[in-house]
């Protein structure tokens, strides 16, 4: 027994069963260093690779991920460097399977004299647990009847935006709007029409926005937008908001087709800008809801903006 315990031990012995052991291991497993280029890989199955075994080897991440997925792992890399390793880092990345979802863990190498730095990445496929925490994540945060993000999604967003406000000083701009007979629209149609009615009105909402905007349904006939990066000049960010609104506006008064019927909407919209002054989440809503009905009670404008005395 012992005799066979000490054979299982040389060299060679130990070798082949670290090889069978990687080999059992279905992770993805690169070597990689501070510059993110690649140095060796091991794949079980290639069709999980983000790019062919010959385009691996010599480039880095960069060459060959999507820049949001390659910005990513070089943070990993960089936070690996400071403290030995790293994990939870999650990238979407194109492969022969379609778009898959990987979670990569990364240790820094011991170092070797004369050579530089390397890191060992496991990247591990969690495409189908990454997929059900989304329908998840979308179930708490949508809003059934619109498919737009709700009040939950809406206040950790704003959350987003004061701190990026505070940091970079730019200004942002809080839109808070109703629909100003959708009562009336109900309680002469129905609810049936009502909910048809505030479909159209968040896809035109969504579509009259640019990419990077926020558009979320409050409740009821209520909405609010976040429009973000207005630049740093107070008079000019009012500037901007006043015409985003003036396009609003326009987009949103044409007719509707529900069910074969034409119907108009006014709309009253509150704006509040944001500039990072130690604003609160509450505060914003609060002056944009004000702004909001101030625009109601004004019959020469649709939109009135928030001004800070």
């Known amino acids: 027994?012992?005799?066979?315990?000490?054979?299982?031990?040389?060299?060679?012995?130990?070798?082949?069963?670290?090889?069978?052991?990687?080999?059992?291991i279905p992770d993805l497993m690169?070597?990689?260093?501070?510059?993110?280029?690649?140095?060796d890989f091991r794949a079980l199955r290639s069709d999980l690779l983000v790019a062919p075994p010959e385009q691996l080897l010599g480039y880095t991440v960069s060459e060959v991920m999507p820049p949001e997925a390659a910005q990513a792992v070089?943070?990993?890399?960089?936070?690996?460097?400071?403290?030995?390793?790293?994990?939870?880092?999650?990238?979407?990345?194109?492969?022969?399977?379609?778009?898959?979802?990987?979670?990569?863990?990364?240790?820094?190498?011991?170092?070797?004299?004369g050579e530089p730095l390397r890191f060992i990445a496991l990247s591990r496929d969690i495409t189908e647990r990454k997929q059900e925490q989304?329908?998840?994540?979308?179930?708490?945060?949508?809003?059934?009847?619109?498919?737009?993000?709700?009040?939950?999604?809406?206040?950790?967003?704003?959350?987003?935006?004061?701190?990026?406000?505070?940091?970079?000083r730019l200004h942002a701009a809080v839109l808070f709007m109703d629909l100003d007979n959708f009562k009336q629209l109900n309680d002469q149609n129905g609810h049936d029409m009502g909910d048809m009615?505030?479909?159209?009105?968040?896809?035109?909402?969504?579509?009259?926005?640019?990419?990077?905007?926020f558009v979320a349904r409050w409740a009821g006939?209520?909405?609010?937008?976040?429009?973000?990066?207005?630049?740093?000049?107070?008079?000019?960010?009012?500037?901007?908001a006043q015409l985003i609104c003036q396009q609003?506006?326009?987009?949103?008064?044409?007719?509707?087709?529900l069910d074969g019927r034409e119907h108009f909407c006014h709309v009253s919209i509150g704006v509040r800008l944001i500039n990072g002054d130690s604003d609160s989440l509450e505060q914003v809503l609060k002056h944009a809801d004000?702004?909001?009905?101030?625009?109601?009670?004004?019959?020469?404008?649709?939109?009135?903006?928030?001004?800070?005395d």
């Open 134 to 168: 989304l329908e998840i994540e979308k179930l708490a945060y949508t809003d059934p009847l619109t498919s737009l993000p709700n009040r939950l999604l809406l206040e950790k967003r704003l959350e987003m935006t004061l701190k990026s406000c505070q940091q970079t």
């Open 74 to 113: 070089m943070l990993a890399i960089k936070q690996t460097s400071i403290s030995g390793y790293s994990n939870g880092t999650q990238i979407l990345l194109p492969t022969p399977l379609g778009e898959r979802w990987f979670e990569v863990s990364m240790a820094k190498k011991e170092p070797v004299v």
């Open 248 to 257: 609003m506006v326009e987009r949103l008064k044409r007719p509707y087709d």
């Open 221 to 240: 006939d209520e909405f609010v937008v976040v429009i973000e990066a207005l630049g740093p000049d107070a008079r000019n960010a009012e500037a901007q």
């Open 197 to 213: 009615m505030l479909k159209q009105f968040a896809d035109r909402l969504g579509s009259s926005v640019r990419s990077q905007d």
């Open 30 to 39: 690169f070597e990689l260093d501070a510059e993110g280029r690649h140095y």
């Open 1 to 24: 027994m012992f005799s066979e315990d000490k054979a299982s031990g040389t060299p060679d012995a130990v070798q082949n069963s670290l090889s069978s052991t990687l080999n059992a």
């Open 290 to 308: 004000s702004a909001m009905y101030e625009a109601k009670r004004n019959d020469q404008s649709q939109y009135e903006l928030y001004r800070i």
